[in-house]
């Protein structure tokens, strides 16, 4: 009998996980099923049991690694020769969701992920820990644009995330069937409002 080498073994969990990301995002969390995740992957449930426990551990590992790179991605941007500006990390957050080896799964598969937060636990903690490493890495950012302590760079980057996160719903679910309005336009047009408030105008 062939020997299973550890690279086969990474490449079928790898191939059941994009199965299940697939199915997720067609279907949502609920209403999928492991049948339905073994068809999708072409392998039978004793050959996906072999990898998993079921389908709460698929959640769980595929919103544990699903920003790692949005995170990667930000900390190439910081070395980057001119470094992007705010709507320009905006911008990579999204097309790293919308691109980083998923296709168009993630939008739907994220959108699932951040929804399920709300009543399970164990991803509400998992995504604690990815906001606040995406916190501190954007907080380099603010504090780099406008010369910020350590305080006030920490709200600009929580604004920062709201801003992408509210632009990544507006992009993904209001616009979904139109053309999107960019990251650019929508900071723009923040922008000018809040200018005319600080003026009284």
């Known amino acids: 009998m062939p020997q299973v080498t550890p690279e086969y073994l990474a490449e079928r969990r790898s191939s059941i996980l994009a199965a299940a990301r697939r199915c997720f995002a067609a279907r949502g969390f609920h209403s999928t099923s492991m049948p339905d995740i073994c068809a999708e992957a072409g392998m039978s449930a004793g050959g996906v049991y072999r990898y998993f426990d079921g389908k709460d551990e698929l959640i769980r ?15 190439e941007a910081a070395d980057a020769d001119p ?40 991803l509400r ?27 006030s760079a920490r709200a ?22 139109g053309e999107p309005t960019s990251a650019t336009t929508l900071l723009d047009s923040l922008n000018g409002i809040i200018c005319r408030s600080d003026h009284g105008g």
């Open 125 to 151: 903690e998992s995504q604690r820990r990815h906001t606040t490493e995406l916190l501190d890495l954007l907080s380099a950012f603010t504090r780099r644009w406008a010369d910020l302590d350590e305080e």
């Open 83 to 122: 470094m992007p500006g705010p709507a320009g990390i905006i911008d990579l957050i999204h097309r790293t969701l919308l691109t980083d080896g998923a296709s168009t799964a993630t939008a739907p598969f994220m959108l699932q992920v951040w929804a399920e937060v709300v009543h399970n636990p164990g």
């Open 156 to 177: 600009a980057a929580r604004a920062l995330t709201a801003m992408s996160l509210g632009t990544f719903l507006m992009q993904n679910v209001v616009e979904v069937d």
């Open 61 to 75: 590992e595929l919103a544990e690694t699903a920003m790692a790179p949005v995170l990667r991605a930000l900390r």
